[in-house]
């Protein structure tokens, strides 16, 4: 992303302080562009970033690295109908979303 709405980094210190992402498969409801996504995402071992803005969705396809292509994965979906029928995530994480 080109815009740093947390130069000091509090968010991720706070965020990793609540959860140890090493090798879990995390659920993002809300990811918007990814601007939390990628504090987290090289730890884990799967992400699932699921949002309603597709625009947004597109942004974080963009930014989302290359090393992470496989590891990261983003899907149009409202949090009242998630689309994982059988999928278990360890993580859920929901942050600035309604």
């Known amino acids: 992303m080109t815009i740093q709405n ?3 980094r509090n968010e991720s ?3 990793h302080t609540l959860a140890d992402f090493r090798n879990k498969r995390v ?3 809300g990811c ?3 601007r939390l996504t990628w504090q987290y995402a090289k730890e884990a071992q799967l992400t699932v970033g699921i949002d309603t803005d597709t625009d ?3 942004v974080a396809e963009v930014d989302r ?3 992470l292509e496989h590891k990261v994965l983003f899907t149009a979906a409202a949090s009242e109908y998630l689309p994982f ?3 278990t995530f360890d993580i859920a994480v929901l ?3 309604l």
Request: hydrophobic share 35%; net charge negative; no cysteine.
């Open 6 to 8: 947390d130069p000091e």
């Open 13 to 15: 210190k706070h965020l």
């Open 27 to 29: 659920l993002e409801v």
């Open 32 to 34: 918007g562009e990814g």
């Open 56 to 58: 947004a969705l597109r």
């Open 65 to 67: 690295a290359s090393d």
């Open 85 to 87: 029928s059988k999928e």
């Open 95 to 97: 942050a600035w979303s």
